[in-house]
């Protein structure tokens, strides 16, 4: 069983910054990429980011510029670093791992941008 942790978010007025973190709770290997979705209120989920296990990175064009995604592959984690955020950013944010072939979810983490 992998479990998936992650942690960050909560309240940030606009224009603010806030990191999220993602974590895979067992020793395990077979990463192959890792990434973030969210989905605001209402709304169908979105991806919005991955990583790969070598460091390349792609985003979605709402988010490019604005938000990095980072990896610590020693520790299995994967971060998500988000700046400039704005009122549309407010939404449950989900990670993943993508371990052999499959992915495996975090919990969800809920990021609310307002004044």
């Known amino acids: 069983q992998v479990h998936v942790v992650e942690s960050g978010g909560g309240l940030v007025q606009p224009g603010g910054s806030a990191r999220l973190s993602c974590a895979v709770a067992?020793?395990?290997?077979?990463?192959?990429?890792m990434g973030w979705y969210r989905q605001a209120p209402g709304k169908q989920r979105e991806w919005v980011t991955i990583?790969?296990?070598?460091?390349?990175?792609n985003y979605a064009d709402s988010v490019k510029g604005r938000f990095t995604i980072s990896t610590d592959n020693a520790k299995n984690t994967v971060y998500l670093q988000k700046n400039i955020l704005q009122p549309e950013d407010t939404a449950a944010y989900y990670c993943?791992?993508?371990?052999?072939?499959?992915?495996?979810w975090g919990q969800g983490t809920q990021v609310t941008v307002s004044s």
């Open positions: 993943y791992f993508n371990i052999l072939f499959r992915k495996y």
């Open positions: 990583i790969t296990r070598g460091g390349a990175a």
């Open positions: 067992e020793t395990i290997s077979g990463i192959s990429d």
